[in-house]
């Protein structure tokens, strides 16, 4: 792999960036790999990456239907946080946090991750009383976060309506100053680049129809271009997780709806953090290009039309002129909607299956994109010793029979 | 836009007025005590997700306030049919089957 570098840039500069080399290989793909990762969104791709850099699996596949880093990852509003209440997922969201900071280094490949602080306003005395609940189970878990009052919100986010005259006033915040944005489709492409060049196989336009069983064990994956053996078979499959488990023989507790997002023209800069409300129930922030990235709630119905209803749409900008009423006659460029496996508990599932062999990281719901590095560090972990890594044991299929479920509902700030 | 027939009021109503409440046709255990971990779990959180044709519950929540049963295409968005609690769908994946296979001249 060519590193890139400032002294790359300028020597592609003599001879008109012509000669960029291909970022990544089209394999034929093998007969049989140690492990396929079925799914090449942000999630399968860092597992591929680190199943061959830190677990020494290089006899890997990522086997997509489309192409890499269309789906979810295309489709999400890049927030990156780790403020969750519960013990499990804070643990977990943070793993993802502390590869985030080193991520660009370590891929070689800038992702654009900006620490640039995430808000999540309150609006109510339970919103504040839940607020510093959340922040202080944070702090007991290593997790920077700050609850700040009405005069300070207003301090740092200056177009945003802070007067008594709303109809939910704010109230107050928790800030987590380490939370941010980072670019979506370079992480797809940083991981993608990073796991080809450890011999990882991207094979696109590929769709796996079927797994193909010995004595009850998945030996490997039938496709629309013929069967690829794998000793392992990791399904990253995000909002098709549930049809995936319906090959498979199994059911899953997913529901997949869609979740839209928005983007207006691009605007001078005018928000500098990422401000959510549960409440009024939107999320906003604004891309280095200058567009404003807004989103909210997930559409009622089950569907997997990536696209979503006008009723939806008019909701979610009706709670950002709530908040801001400065962007009234702000144009929205263009919208858009994912696919997201919603479990019943607002947390993973990332756990063997009752296939054995078949392992399965899914039920990321609303907020994938931020454990990207974490998600796909531990599934890794879990794939190349066939055991499930410490962090994802608690993410169990088991637990929505056991009653030992891991609510994040509204607890962790999660907008749905 | 969805615009859904309600069949309490009789009469096609766009989507705002409505709600969905997932899937459908889920009969409760009739004794919950007796249930094992596994069923209940199952009865509580585990969902049929299908791409393709789904019944499922809606509620006519901005109207007549009560609720009934759609078939609807998880990808197309489509409604095939609405009708009233207890009543069995109109349209199924077998029905749809065998169709098709009426259309393309396959004879049973």
């Known amino acids: 792999m060519q590193r890139y570098s400032g002294f790359g ?11 960029w080399q291909r970022m990544w290989r089209t394999p034929t793909p ?3 790999y140690d492990v396929i990762i079925v ?7 860092a597992t591929a990456y680190y199943l061959a850099k830190e677990f020494g699996v290089r006899n890997v596949a990522v086997i997509e239907k489309g192409w890499l880093g269309g789906g979810n990852t295309a489709r999400n509003t890049t927030i990156v946080r780790s403020n969750y209440l519960w013990d499990e997922s804070a643990q977990l969201y943070e793993h993802a946090m502390k590869l985030w900071e080193g991520l660009s280094q370590d891929l070689n490949y800038n992702v654009m991750f900006s620490q640039r602080g995430v808000f999540n306003l309150g609006h109510t005395l339970q919103d504040m009383r839940d607020i510093e609940r959340r922040v202080s189970a944070n702090r007991l878990n290593g997790i920077d976060g700050e609850v700040l009052n009405a005069k300070q919100v207003e301090e740092l986010i200056p177009y945003l309506d802070c007067s008594k005259n709303t109809r ?3 109230m107050g915040a928790s800030l987590q100053r380490r939370g941010g944005v980072a670019r979506h489709d370079a992480v797809a492409w940083g991981y993608a680049r990073a796991a080809d060049a450890l011999g990882v196989d991207l094979i696109q336009q590929t769709e796996v129809i079927g797994f193909r069983k010995e004595n009850g064990a998945v030996i490997g994956v039938e496709t ?4 690829i053996g794998g000793k392992r078979v990791g399904v990253v499959t995000a909002g098709n997780s549930g049809h995936m488990a319906k090959l498979a023989g199994f059911r899953l507790p997913l529901e997949s709806h869609p979740l839209q997002a928005l983007v207006s023209e691009p605007i ?12 009024v129930h939107g999320y906003i922030s604004q891309s280095d290009k200058g567009d404003l990235v807004i989103g909210a709630g997930i559409d009622g119905y089950n569907g997997y039309g990536q696209r979503g209803s006008y009723p939806t749409i008019e909701h979610t900008l009706q709670a950002i002129v709530e908040m801001f009423p400065v962007l009234s006659r702000v144009r929205m460029n263009r919208q858009w909607g994912g696919i997201v496996d919603t479990t019943p508990d607002a947390c993973p599932i990332i756990a063997k299956t009752p296939v054995p062999n078949l392992f399965f990281n899914c039920g990321w719901g609303t907020g994938g994109f931020k454990a990207t590095p974490g998600s796909g560090h531990v599934f890794a972990a879990s794939l190349a010793k066939g055991e499930m890594h410490p962090l994802a044991k608690a993410f169990s299929i088991e637990r929505f029979h056991n009653g030992a479920l891991i609510d994040e509902h509204g607890a962790a700030g999660v907008a749905h | 836009m969805l615009h859904i027939f309600c069949p309490h009021c009789g009469e096609l109503r766009s989507e705002e007025e409505f709600h969905a409440k997932g899937q459908a046709h889920i009969p409760r255990p009739l004794d919950p005590n007796a249930c094992t971990d ?6 509580l959180f585990f969902r049929d997700n299908p791409r393709g044709l789904h019944h499922e519950l809606w509620i006519h929540a901005a109207g007549c306030r009560q609720y009934f049963n759609v078939t609807r295409h998880t990808v197309t968005y489509e409604i095939l049919e609405t009708y009233k609690i207890g009543e069995k769908p109109g349209v199924t994946e077998a029905s749809v089957a065998a169709k098709k296979a009426v259309a393309q001249g396959v004879t049973a």
């Open chain 1, 9 to 19: 840039l300028l020597k592609h500069s003599f001879s008109h960036h012509e000669n």
């Open chain 1, 224 to 227: 629309n271009r013929g069967f």
């Open chain 1, 168 to 170: 939910y006033p704010v």
């Open chain 1, 30 to 32: 093998k007969p049989v």
């Open chain 2, 38 to 43: 596994e069923e209940w779990g199952n009865y």
């Open chain 1, 268 to 279: 001078k800069p005018i928000i500098d953090s990422v401000i959510m409300s549960n409440q």
């Open chain 1, 39 to 45: 799914g090449g969104g942000g999630h399968g791709l």
